[in-house]
């Protein structure tokens, strides 16, 4: 069965404090695993894609990274506005064309000044 | 601006009614999806459609049902018979953007509905 695990739950940061938030996946042949950021009664905001192992992505303070079996995104430095829950999502070769996302139970980050 | 627009952004159900939420988007995405969020969980797939006039069933989808007449729009109509609505509900759309085929889906700002 596809599933999607992200680890921690919950991950409070010291402002300026690096960290990295985990996505482990297990799918049958990976489409793609997408990376969104959400804040409180909001709708998920797209970061990355990231298609193949090896393959890295960043955008201000955040570093996506992705292996055949989890991905990585990384906050460098981070300010209290970086506090959100952190969603990853994959799309599975098994999925067909339908385009179906599997998502995970998400990390909510928070970042104390 | 080319985004996702969902409304209400609230909404009150009473017990045995069907109500309707509203997903419309201007990004020219062929793809729609409807998913439910619940505290604790992640994101579950209700109905997505890939084509104009054309849906299919989700994870979640008894209790609920779709319409593809644009488009643009994908109404999410939540039925008496769905016996827990109470939850944020969330449209996405998208179009193939890589080129193996995965599709990124960008979400709009959401309808949280509760049962009274």
């Known amino acids: 069965e596809d599933q999607v695990t992200q680890s921690p739950e919950a991950l409070r940061l010291q402002e300026g404090e690096s960290s990295s938030l985990n996505c482990s996946y297990t799918?049958?042949?990976?489409?793609?695993l997408f990376w969104y950021r959400q804040d409180p009664g909001k709708g998920p905001e797209f970061l990355f894609t990231?298609?193949?192992a090896g393959e890295e992505k960043e955008k201000e303070r955040l570093k996506a990274t992705l292996t055949k079996k989890e991905s990585f995104l990384h906050i460098t430095a981070p300010k209290p506005e970086d506090s959100a829950t952190y969603l990853c999502?994959?799309?599975?070769?098994?999925?067909?064309?339908?385009?179906?996302?599997?998502f995970g139970q998400g990390t909510t980050l928070q970042v104390k000044p | 601006d080319g985004g996702i627009t969902q409304s209400p952004k609230y909404l009150f159900r009473k017990e045995g009614q069907n109500v309707t939420l509203s997903c419309e988007q201007n990004l020219n995405h062929d793809a729609m999806y409807w998913y439910r969020q619940d505290p604790g969980q992640g994101l579950r797939l209700i109905y997505y459609s890939q084509i104009v006039n054309d849906f299919q069933k989700g994870d979640i989808a008894e209790g609920y049902s779709v319409s593809r007449e644009k488009k643009e729009s994908f109404p999410l109509t939540v039925t008496s018979a769905q016996k827990n609505p109470t939850a944020f509900y969330l449209c996405?759309?998208?179009?193939?953007?890589?080129?193996?085929?995965?599709?990124?889906?960008?979400f709009g700002p959401g309808t949280r509905l509760t049962v009274l």
């Open positions: 799918v049958s042949g990976l489409r793609g």
């Open positions: 996405a759309s998208s179009g193939t953007s890589g080129g193996n085929g995965a599709d990124t889906q960008y």
């Open positions: 990231l298609y193949s």
């Open positions: 999502a994959v799309q599975a070769r098994g999925s067909g064309n339908t385009g179906k996302l599997i």
